[in-house]
């Protein structure tokens, strides 16, 4: 079977999901607290009832720790999609032309 989709379009897809649907997990050791990150900053924070008994202090140093942990790895995949994307020489072409946009005279209205 042939696939003749764009390479562009399947990169475009990437991305997409990347920044909106896909998410990464951070778990703790114990198994008992973990959080889900979306790239954009979305979390989801999941507590085991048997992690209740950690101290508020505890409860909180570790669920931060899983946030930054997930938000990153989350980033890096959105970070992977957009290089993936921006390695397609059209779109290259047109984020420089953008760039020289900046150099020319505001258009009239």
Excluded: Y
Excluded at 78 to 100: G, M, N, Q, W, Y
């Amino acid at each position: 079977m042939h696939d003749d989709t764009d390479p562009l379009q399947r990169s475009v897809d990437r991305l997409s999901e990347a920044l909106t649907v896909n998410r990464a997990r951070a778990q703790s050791r114990s198994g008992l607290l973990w959080v889900d990150a979306c790239a954009d900053g979305e979390l989801t924070i999941h507590i085991d009832d048997h992690a209740l008994p950690l101290s508020g202090e505890e409860l909180g140093r570790q669920l931060t720790a899983l946030a930054a942990q997930a938000l990153a790895e989350a980033r890096a995949q959105a970070h992977s999609a957009l290089k993936a994307f921006r390695a397609d020489p059209r779109i290259d072409a047109v984020v420089a032309e953008t760039a020289f946009a900046i150099d020319r005279p505001r258009p009239e209205r």
